[in-house]
């Protein structure tokens, strides 16, 4: 059985909007929460930040991507940080003898300045789109703590620094290559079934599908490509601090045969995590999710992600 993935319609919220519309913050928050306590991942229309924000940060990737391999190596990520900012190459990362083909470049204002020098006009174009994803990030935590009925800043007042220093927020570039990998059951994929370790996830994906979820009856189920949408993901650390009535959903991303040898696919995901300084205590203190700290429960996650 597939399960649709809910669209909701982020006008009141949208970034367009200067003001969100108070009035109608309320029944937004339900619906949105209604969604994400059941499997984990929605589809927001009417975002608000501009599609061709989102386009041009794509496409000034894609052409990092087609550049010699000489020039993306001067951006690889270094082995001692822990959030392997900076390029990573094909089939780096795997899992058992699962790997991922996909070429990455993880990022963050601020970082890889000299970039321009290779794909002009790179630098801005991503910190832009950093900037409007963390500001989405923020009304989507808003009306989380809104639909949890506890007090409305709660998460938001731990995402303060999105983009600064003490905040481990990152923006990723995936190019997925034409060389398939097989999991156990034998099936070609692009990406191998992991949970995300952020807060939440926003996505924004190629026009080739793929990406699919675990639903509660256990089955993958499809995710569309975004389109000119935004794919709400939730996190562990989300999941952790809510006590699991937000779930955190397993995702994988399959390899359809109508695409096989063909197409590079691409997606650009925003990893929203809390500032560094902050403890994170369960809302209501649960005693399964003992207080932790936001950079040590991702890395130690990641850790074990990709060992
Ligand atoms: O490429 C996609 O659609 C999903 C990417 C993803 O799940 C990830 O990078 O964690
Ligand atoms: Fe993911």
Not at 139 to 153: M, S
Not at 195 to 207: C, I, M, P, R, W
Not at 230 to 247: H, N, P, R
Request: proline share 5%; aromatic share 10%; with cysteine.
């Amino acid at each position: 059985m597939t399960t649709m993935v809910p669209i909701i319609d982020f006008d009141a919220c949208s970034l367009a909007r200067s003001k969100v519309a108070s009035d109608r913050l309320p029944e937004l928050a339900r619906s949105l929460l209604k969604s994400l306590s059941v499997d984990g991942v929605v589809i927001l229309k009417n975002h608000g930040i501009d599609e061709k924000e989102i386009r041009s940060a794509f496409d000034l990737s894609d052409e990092f991507f087609r550049s010699p391999a000489d020039n993306k190596l001067l951006f690889e990520a270094k082995s001692e940080d822990n959030f392997k900012i900076g390029y990573a190459h094909s089939g780096t990362e795997r899992y058992s003898r699962v790997k991922n083909f996909r070429e990455a470049f993880r990022l963050r204002p601020g970082t890889h300045s000299t970039i321009d020098t290779v794909v002009p006009g790179f630098v801005k174009a991503q910190q832009l789109l950093f900037t409007s994803m963390g500001k989405l990030v923020q009304r989507l935590v808003r009306l989380l703590a809104i639909g949890l009925e506890i007090d409305e800043n709660v998460f938001t007042d731990k995402f303060k620094k999105m983009g600064e220093e003490g905040n481990s927020s990152y923006m990723m570039h995936n190019w997925y290559t034409t060389e398939q990998s097989f999991d156990k059951s034998g099936e070609a994929i692009r990406l191998f079934g992991h949970f995300d370790n952020s807060a939440l996830t926003l996505l924004v994906t190629s026009k080739h599908p793929g990406l699919q979820f675990r639903n509660r009856e256990g089955e993958w189920s499809d995710v569309p490509p975004s389109g000119d949408n935004i794919i709400v993901l939730i996190g562990q650390i989300m999941e952790a601090w809510t006590e699991d009535k937000l779930k955190a959903p397993f995702h994988r991303v399959t390899f359809p045969e109508r695409d096989q040898g063909t197409d590079n696919r691409m997606s650009c995901a925003f990893f929203a995590i809390p500032d560094n300084a902050h403890t994170i205590c369960s809302i209501h203190g649960s005693e399964k999710y003992p207080p932790f700290k936001p950079d040590v429960f991702f890395v130690d996650k990641l850790n074990v992600l990709y060992k």
